[in-house]
């Protein structure tokens, strides 16, 4: 049983900011690997940026990357995404995900058991 629950998501102008946070409960869950996908309508989910505890490390997709920043709080098990400078081809559905090990590459969406129901992020011009 493992739930994941995104909030933060808007509209926004073009060149604005939005932190989305995701924050994740349940009896038993890994939330080791926490990461960001997004789905533009009409489009396939894609991969925005991932977190790791082991290994310290973080993952950025170049779409995204100087924009983005993916941060996290262990205590709260809730993982955020700071964006910045928003685009129009940023607007999207997005979804946190999180896994249990084993996981593979971060990048990979079939990595990912634990998916959140999504928040809409729309960047207007």
């Known amino acids: 049983q493992v739930q994941l629950v995104e909030s933060g998501g808007g509209l926004v102008q073009a060149g604005g900011s939005l932190t989305l946070s995701c924050a994740a409960s349940g009896r038993t869950f890994s939330t080791d690997i926490m990461a960001w996908f997004r789905q533009p309508q009409g489009k396939e989910r894609e991969f925005v940026s991932s977190?790791?505890?082991?290994?310290?490390?973080?993952v950025y997709a170049d779409s995204v990357k100087g924009r983005f920043t993916i941060s996290r709080d262990n205590a709260k098990k809730t993982v955020y995404l700071q964006m910045n400078s928003l685009k129009p081809e940023d607007t999207a559905v997005y979804y946190c995900?999180?896994?249990?090990?084993?996981?593979?590459?971060?990048?990979?969406?079939?990595?990912?058991?634990?998916w959140g129901q999504g928040t809409q992020v729309t960047v207007s011009s």
């Open positions: 995900a999180t896994n249990s090990p084993p996981y593979g590459l971060d990048y990979r969406e079939s990595s990912y058991a634990y």
């Open positions: 977190s790791r505890n082991s290994g310290g490390y973080t």
